[in-house]
């Protein structure tokens, strides 16, 4: 049976992606050592970090005076090391979630902080409007992409500060206006690479500007000075990351992946809304197209486990939803196909008949 992979995060990545990483951990380009064994400054290692950067820069259109970076620690470390880097005196902060959340509170070791807005009171089910970003603050962290609620922001905002971007479920999903952002992060276990490489896109000239000893790990420019080579790199997830930025640019580039997230999205979304069993749990205007979100309605509350065990025995897998919000969640990443989808969709109209 054939499975279909609708995980949160680690979650699917283009088959090539596994097979070609998989080639290069048993020999890589030849050398007779494992790619999960050569030396991060082995020759035929920085051609890798090289091509990696060069075309997260193309095909996100990365202008002049960013550097990309590759490190470790996930977003929940970028959570601290923005603000070490970034805030001066005081920080915004756009509350959409548990990430969201999370992230104000290390921000908060360093300065004051502003909760510009918050949907906290319905459970995170919609993005915040009619709020106004204050003038005075050094900064604009938004977490575009809310994997446990399902709520995304898939426009760039306009607002009279500089932005910080958690991207980490939504990166390379859609075209992303780079020069509005500081900085913008995004752990790799999503729409990416494997677990275990986080990418960042910084501006070189907001460096340097925090009133603060920073530690030298935790210093960005550290990193940027040594093109991601201070300490040793994760090589495996980053060749991991090359492999599907490759596959992204012979799909079309972000363009083609903005495409297929509405084509998938608009699918599922229509059978939640038509199908009698289920209903949606986010203000439709917010859906994400990543994280797809519902429940049974209360007059079939009693059928959640049996469709649960329906759908996974039909090759669903990973479509049990957050603990904080239940139901379901299927997670819709730049590689679930379009037939995958449809599949969750048969599955939902044949529970519905049978009931």
């Not at 677990?195 to 000893?213: F, Q, S």
Request: proline share 4%.
């Amino acid at each position: 049976m054939k499975k279909y992979n609708f995980n949160a995060g680690p979650s699917i990545l283009p088959r090539e992606v596994i097979e070609n990483t998989a080639k290069q951990i048993l020999d890589f380009n030849g050398s007779g050592l494992s790619l999960a064994e050569i030396s991060h400054r082995a020759k035929d290692f920085q051609p890798v970090v090289d091509e990696a950067v060069a075309l997260i820069k193309e095909l996100l259109n990365v202008p002049e005076g960013y550097s990309v970076l590759f490190l470790g620690g996930g977003a929940s470390l970028e959570f601290c090391m923005v603000p070490y880097n970034f805030l001066v005196k005081k920080a915004a902060y756009l509350n959409t979630g548990t990430w969201a959340k999370k992230a104000m509170k290390e921000a908060k070791l360093f300065g004051e902080v502003v909760e510009v807005a918050s949907s906290a009171d319905a459970n995170y089910t919609y993005i915040p409007k009619g709020w106004t970003c204050p003038t005075d603050v050094d900064y604009l962290h938004i977490t575009t992409n809310n994997t446990i609620y399902g709520t995304e922001m898939r426009k760039d905002l306009d607002v009279p500060v500089r932005l910080i971007g958690d991207m980490s479920s939504d990166i390379f999903s859609r075209p992303v206006d780079v020069a509005k952002y500081d900085c913008i992060y995004a752990g790799a276990q999503k729409n990416l690479s494997m677990a275990g490489v986080t990418v960042i896109i910084v501006k070189n000239d907001a460096l340097g500007k925090a009133p603060r000893e920073i530690p030298t790990m935790l210093n960005y420019q550290t990193h940027v000075d040594k093109g991601s080579m201070f300490n040793t790199p994760p090589v495996v997830p980053i060749y991991c990351a090359l492999e599907t930025l490759r596959w992204i640019k012979k799909m079309g580039g972000v363009e083609a992946m903005d495409k297929l997230a509405h084509e998938r999205a608009e699918l599922l979304y229509a059978e939640i809304d038509r199908n009698k069993l289920f209903r949606g749990t986010v203000a439709e205007e917010d859906r994400s197209l990543m994280n797809i979100c519902f429940v049974m309605n209360d007059e079939y509350a009693e059928l959640e486990k049996p469709f649960f065990e329906y759908a996974t025995s039909q090759g669903m897998v990973g479509i049990k939803g957050h603990r904080s919000v239940g139901g379901f969640r299927a997670s819709c990443y730049n590689a679930m196909s379009v037939e995958g989808v449809q599949a969750l969709v048969k599955c939902m109209k044949e529970f519905e008949a049978q009931h």
